[in-house]
């Protein structure tokens, strides 16, 4: 083992992990204002509203994010003139936009598909309570459906976060120089394929888990109302064996 590599190296790898974390970042917020309407469209009862959304959603989970990058990268270079009508060629040209746009529409559909769970979990009494105080529409989502929605996806929306964040290093296929990118170019520099790719997964592994931190971190601060309901009740259960 080269230790030496490892150590000059380190500041490149930091480069790219910094690439990866703020295209992870970025993609993360926009997928996650993209998924709230489209969970909420994904629950209509009405045909209009979520077939659209559902052929989205079955699109992107259907097929693999490479292929996806692949489509958006290169496909769009075959619609060169329509983009170019609309203004929009500069964007499409660079990788960054792409591997970003591509990364978005994919997190937003399985983001959308936690929430239409989400949505459905809401126990019904409360629903049912908040109208019978005169809520409906936008205003129930506001202040009953949405709130409890978002925290019951946490723990699957952990997941998903973690899962765009490991699947960015696919990005470095169309010339970004991500933690991957720059890894790859380093051991095709020195061969030393080992200590540069063990390096590079031990930082991924540091970010991971320390995504996973958070969100149970901030899982344990939201239920703290329901840990207090647990505790009393577990104190009751004592007492009463007790008594018995």
Known sequence: MDYQIIIDSIPALFGGLGLTVQITAIALFLGFVLAIPLGMLRVSHNPLMWTPVYGYIFFFRGTPLLVQIFLIYYGSGQFRPFFQDMGLWTLFREAYFCALLTLTLNTAAYTAEIFRGAIRAVPHGEVEAARACGMSGWLLYR??????????????????????????????????????????????????????????????????????????????????????????????????????
């Open 143 to 244: 202040r009953i459906i949405l709130p409890k929605a978002l925290r019951l996806a946490l723990p699957a929306y952990s997941n998903e976060v973690v899962f765009l964040f490991q699947s960015t290093s696919l990005v470095s296929i169309i010339t970004l120089m991500d933690l991957t990118g720059v890894a790859r170019v380093i051991v095709a520099r020195t061969f030393d394929v080992y200590e540069i790719y063990i390096t590079a997964g031990i930082m991924y592994l540091v970010v991971t888990y320390g995504i996973l931190w958070v969100f149970k971190t901030v899982e344990h601060k939201l239920s703290g109302h329901l840990r207090g309901r647990q505790e009393d009740k577990q104190s009751m259960t004592e007492a009463l064996d007790i008594r018995v």
